[in-house]
């Protein structure tokens, strides 16, 4: 059992920079592969980013490469998603999520999900 807390969504400008955090809570964290995804209204929710239990391996969604790094520190049981360069279509509830899966780009490979947080990015 996994409990999983978004934080650091915001309004920024375009061109501006977020770190979202996510805050794990309940047993093997560290062995969990995160992710990262995003809904924005009327759209399908989307693969963002993810990175495997050691952190060795990372993935990203072809629009946020060079933009976004996700990163974690097993230690402090979170999971962080820097964005910069940061677009209006970027606008978006985001999403962590944790699970233990082959494929980490498709939300099916996870079994516990936050709550999400709000990212909107104005013109």
């Known amino acids: 059992q996994v409990q999983l807390v978004e934080s650091g969504g915001g309004l920024v400008q375009a061109g501006g920079s977020l770190r979202l955090s996510c805050a794990a809570s309940g047993r093997t964290f560290s062995t969990d592969d995160m992710g990262w995804f995003r809904q924005a209204p009327g759209k399908e929710r989307e693969f963002v980013a993810a990175?495997?239990?050691?952190?060795?391996?990372?993935y990203y969604q072809d629009s946020v490469k060079g933009r976004f790094t996700i990163s974690r520190d097993n230690a402090k049981n979170t999971v962080y998603l820097q964005m910069n360069g940061l677009k209006p279509e970027d606008t978006a509830v985001y999403y962590c999520?944790?699970?233990?899966?082959?494929?980490?780009?498709?939300?099916?490979?996870?079994?516990?999900w936050g709550q999400g947080t709000q990212v909107t990015v104005s013109s």
């Open positions: 999520a944790a699970g233990s899966r082959w494929y980490l780009d498709r939300s099916s490979s996870y079994d516990y």
């Open positions: 990175i495997r239990w050691s952190g060795g391996s990372t």
